[in-house]
T-cell receptor, first 117, second 113 residues
Framework: DVKVTQSSRYLVKRTGEKVFLECVQDMDHENMFWYRQDPGLGLRLIYFSYDVKMKEKGDIPEGYSVSREKKERFSLILESASTNQTSMYLC????????????????FGQGTRLTVV | GENVEQHPSTLSVQEGDSAVIKCTYSDSASNYFPWYKQELGKGPQLIIDIRSNVGEKKDQRIAVTLNKTAKHFSLHITETQPEDSAVYFCAASEGGGSYIPTFGRGTSLIVHP
């Protein structure tokens, strides 16, 4: 069974703290993504990565950074947490290999609900 | 970039009724259109997808239709059941090696027993 695992289901952090959200996938996928989910706004892309040590900004990168030192692990970093970063964070991965039918399904983790107080 | 609009934001039906969720996209280069279901407390999970060379695809009680000319695609659920209650997201992408899905804002489907 394919797996994307996020290290925490719930986190409570204080304003100004540095926060690390960890994501690990066991499918040898090249692509990894961090999304933020807020009511009425859907899934918004924060950062993505095509390969180890490679990263690209998504639609809402401000206040975030990422790290991908190993293929299976993609970390989201909040340098100085603020209350407007209270949200659900979703990690996803997908394969670059298209195969005979070009499948590019994204697999999601269970999410981390972060509260910044 | 791609822009995906999804309607309605909330859909309430009686068990056994059909439910339809509609999405439009803006980028004519998009050729892969997945639908995800997110149950409470879980991450989204793919339920069905369609590619631009196909007009319709069915899988038991769910079906997806695609109109490339009009740039819209729809999810159809027949004989709805309470366990179909969830948030549904449509997405669009070029489906290439650098697959980056752009998601709609989601539809909260409530199926009343």
């Amino acid at each position: 069974d394919v797996k994307v695992t996020q290290s925490s289901r719930y986190l409570v952090k204080r304003t100004g703290e540095k926060v690390f959200l960890e994501c690990v996938q066991d499918m040898d996928h090249e692509n990894m993504f961090w999304y933020r989910q807020d009511p009425g706004l859907g899934l918004r892309l924060i950062y993505f990565s095509y390969d180890v040590k490679m990263k690209e900004k998504g639609d809402i990168p401000e206040g975030y950074s990422v790290s991908r030192e190993k293929k299976e692990r993609f970390s989201l970093i909040l340098e100085s947490a603020s209350t407007n970063q209270t949200s659900m964070y979703l990690c996803a991965s997908s394969s670059s290999w298209r195969g005979p039918i070009g499948s590019t399904e994204a697999f999601f983790g269970q999410g981390t609900r972060l509260t910044v107080v | 970039g791609e822009n995906v609009e999804q309607h309605p934001s909330t859909l309430s039906v009686q068990e056994g009724d059909s439910a339809v969720i509609k999405c439009t996209y803006s980028d004519s280069a998009s050729n892969y259109f997945p639908w995800y279901k997110q149950e409470l407390g879980k991450g989204p999970q793919l339920i069905i997808d369609i590619r631009s060379n196909v007009g319709e695809k069915k899988d038991q009680r769910i079906a997806v239709t695609l109109n490339k000319t009009a740039k819209h695609f729809s999810l159809h659920i027949t004989e709805t059941q309470p366990e179909d209650s969830a948030v549904y997201f449509c997405a669009a992408s070029e489906g290439g090696g650098s697959y980056i899905p752009t998601f709609g804002r989601g539809t909260s489907l409530i199926v009343h027993p």
